[in-house]
């Protein structure tokens, strides 16, 4: 089990990081959304609860609820610059379907 940051992602991440007074890491997960199903989830944290798995990449700790795992384990996370518009991108190797505007994504059932 993993959720990885870029280099990118992880400077990104930092800069807000040190922004929030008391943050610990980056709280990653998803949230039952649009047509497809299920959206993820990117917050600054100042708590890790004993429901939480902790992942570190590039200096980063990654807070992950346990039962979001089954939809996000393995996923990198990536911060990209295209132009004028900057936005995180996952890369998720569970998706087996994203809604035709990105905003949502299916998961292989087990």
Do not use: W
Not at 27 to 34: E, L, M, S, Y
């Amino acid at each position: 089990m993993a959720i990885e940051l870029t280099q990118s992602a992880a400077k990104q991440v930092s800069g807000y990081m040190a922004a929030q007074e008391g943050a610990v890491g980056l709280r990653f997960g998803v949230k039952n959304a649009g047509c497809s199903g299920f959206a993820y989830t990117v917050d600054m944290t100042d708590e890790i609860l004993d429901s939480d798995e902790i992942f570190e990449s590039n200096g980063v700790k990654i807070i992950v609820d346990k039962t979001h795992l089954e939809q996000i384990d393995g996923t990198q996370i990536d911060y990209e610059t295209n132009g004028f518009a900057s936005a995180f991108k996952f890369k998720n190797p569970k998706v087996v379907d994203e809604c035709g505007c990105g905003e949502s994504f299916s998961v292989e059932s087990s």
